[in-house]
Structures are given as C-alpha cells and as structure tokens.
C-alpha cells in the first residue's frame, strides 16, 4: 500500500525543509525523526550522476522513508529527463516534486501530470539560469525553488547575487496574486535567511545548518524565529 503524507494544507507562512543530504546517510530514517517535531518539510535530493556530477538518493528509498515518517517530502530532483521519474515520486507520496528548468522537455505539461497524480509541484531555477523566462508559466507551479548555489552538493556558500531573482519572482507572485512559494536552497543559516526571506522567500531548506548543528531541532527552531523576527514582504 502506498503511504500518504498527511494532511498538510494547513501550511505555515514559512517552511523550514531540512535537507537529509546533510544527514547520516547510514541512519536516515532516525535522521528524519530527528527534526521532525520541528521541519515542516523534509528536502530530499535526488541526484543523477547526469544533471549534477553528484549521485545520492533515489526513488526506493523514498519509498522506504516514507513508511517511517510523516513528514511532508519535499522532493529536489536534480536529474535528466524529469518527465521518466518523476510521477514515481508523486505515487510514493511526496508532498511536493520539483524538477529543473533546464532539464525538462515541458515543464508545463510535466507540472500538469504531477497535479493530477495528486501532488503539489515546484520548478527549479539553477543558479546560471534566468527567472524572467519562466514567470508566464508559474501558475501552473505551487513552488518555484531558486538556487542560491550551483545545484549538485551541499555545503557551499551562499551567493546573495540569486536574491535579485527572488525579488523578481516576488514582485511578480504578488503583483499576480499567485499562490506560490518561494524556495531557496543552498547555503542557507541563521544569517542568510534573514537577507532571503527580506527579497520575498517564504520556503527555506538548510542542510548543514540544521543537521551539521549539535542539536537539529533546536537548529530549525533558531532559523524559524529569526526569519519570523525579520521577514517583509516588499
Ligand atoms: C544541493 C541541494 C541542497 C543542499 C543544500 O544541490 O539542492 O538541498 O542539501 O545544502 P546546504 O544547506 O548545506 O547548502
Ligand atoms: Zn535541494
């Protein structure tokens, strides 16, 4: 039987994901445990060896994962040809699948089949990629996930110079009424969020800030309150 995350409609204003790549991978399921009282989603990258020189999750065991937690996954896929893989992430559960720009044949008629297999979809913005190109296309997103790193490991610096695109993706979700959230997604900590979440982005992942962190929990707790402290919408 296929497990369902459970009813997540009711979401925060802001999402703290933790991303498992910065996790024990020889423990993850006690790795998820480990922040869910406190992540609203759990970010899993999933890496081909082909769109990124990195290999790292897949498809089984997302499946193994999601019979041992109920947090909502928040699906990353960084690999070739989306449109072969991806529904298998939606029927194994996931809350949201994003897939990259550069990597899909139609992002539009791929984001369509995600909706109809029952799950919120994202399109992902590589960090030498243009955001204004996509904008017409964004209502058929629930997320717009804008690296603020090259994609392909965890780890690396922010690059505050991504944040003009979250502007730009922000004056455009409010200016359009749109449902849709922002996610950055590399280098994020207790410092950086505070200078994304000000551009106008309201989904956060972290992975070494919160599992390199002596106590995770208390970690996302941290970057929750200082991103509730500082947030404006501009
Ligand atoms: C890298 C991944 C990120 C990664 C972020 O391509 O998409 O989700 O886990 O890691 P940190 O937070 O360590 O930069
Ligand atoms: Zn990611």
């Given at each position: 039987?296929?497990?369902?995350?459970?009813?997540?409609?009711?979401?925060?204003?802001?999402?703290?994901?933790?991303?498992?790549?910065?996790?024990?991978?020889?423990?993850?399921?006690?790795?998820?445990?480990?922040?869910?009282?406190?992540?609203?989603?759990?970010?899993?990258?999933?890496?081909?060896?082909?769109?990124?020189?990195?290999?790292?999750?897949?498809?089984?065991?997302?499946?193994?994962?999601?019979?041992?937690?109920?947090?909502?996954?928040?699906?990353?896929?960084?690999?070739?040809?989306?449109?072969?893989?991806?529904?298998?992430?939606?029927?194994?559960?996931?809350?949201?699948?994003?897939?990259?720009?550069?990597?899909?044949?139609?992002?539009?008629?791929?984001?369509?089949?995600?909706?109809?297999?029952?799950?919120?979809?994202?399109?992902?913005?590589?960090?030498?990629?243009?955001?204004?190109?996509?904008?017409?296309?964004?209502?058929?997103?629930?997320?717009?996930?804008?690296?603020?790193?090259?994609?392909?490991?965890?780890g690396q610096a922010?690059?505050?110079?991504?944040?003009?695109?979250?502007?730009?993706?922000?004056?455009?979700?409010?200016?359009?009424?749109?449902?849709?959230?922002?996610?950055?997604?590399?280098?994020?900590?207790?410092?950086?969020?505070?200078?994304?979440?000000?551009?106008?982005?309201?989904?956060?992942?972290?992975?070494?800030?919160?599992?390199h962190a002596g106590?995770?929990?208390?970690?996302?707790?941290?970057?929750?309150?200082?991103?509730?402290?500082?947030?404006?919408?501009?």
């Amino acid at each position: 039987m296929t497990e369902r995350a459970p009813n997540v409609a009711e979401q925060p204003p802001f999402i703290i994901a933790p991303s498992l790549l910065a996790a024990d991978f020889a423990r993850l399921g006690d790795e998820a445990d480990a922040v869910a009282p406190e992540a609203d989603w759990l970010h899993i990258d999933v890496m081909d060896n082909h769109y990124v020189p990195n290999l790292t999750i897949g498809l089984p065991v997302v499946q193994a994962l999601r019979r041992t937690t109920t947090l909502p996954f928040d699906i990353h896929l960084m690999i070739e040809a989306p449109e072969r893989w991806a529904l298998g992430y939606a029927e194994a559960g996931a809350y949201n699948v994003t897939f990259h720009v550069e990597a899909a044949e139609d992002p539009v008629k791929l984001a369509a089949a995600l909706r109809a297999a029952g799950t919120k979809v994202g399109l992902a913005i590589d960090r030498d990629t243009p955001v204004e190109p996509y904008l017409e296309i964004m209502p058929h997103f629930d997320t717009l996930l804008i690296m603020t790193i090259k994609a392909g490991f965890g780890g690396q610096a922010f690059l505050p110079e991504m944040l003009d695109k979250v502007r730009t993706a922000r004056r455009h979700v409010d200016g359009g009424h749109l449902e849709l959230r922002i996610e950055v997604d590399g280098g994020v900590d207790e410092d950086t969020i505070v200078d994304a979440a000000a551009a106008g982005a309201d989904a956060f992942v972290a992975g070494t800030a919160v599992y390199h962190a002596g106590d995770p929990e208390a970690a996302i707790r941290n970057l929750r309150r200082t991103v509730a402290g500082t947030a404006r919408r501009p």
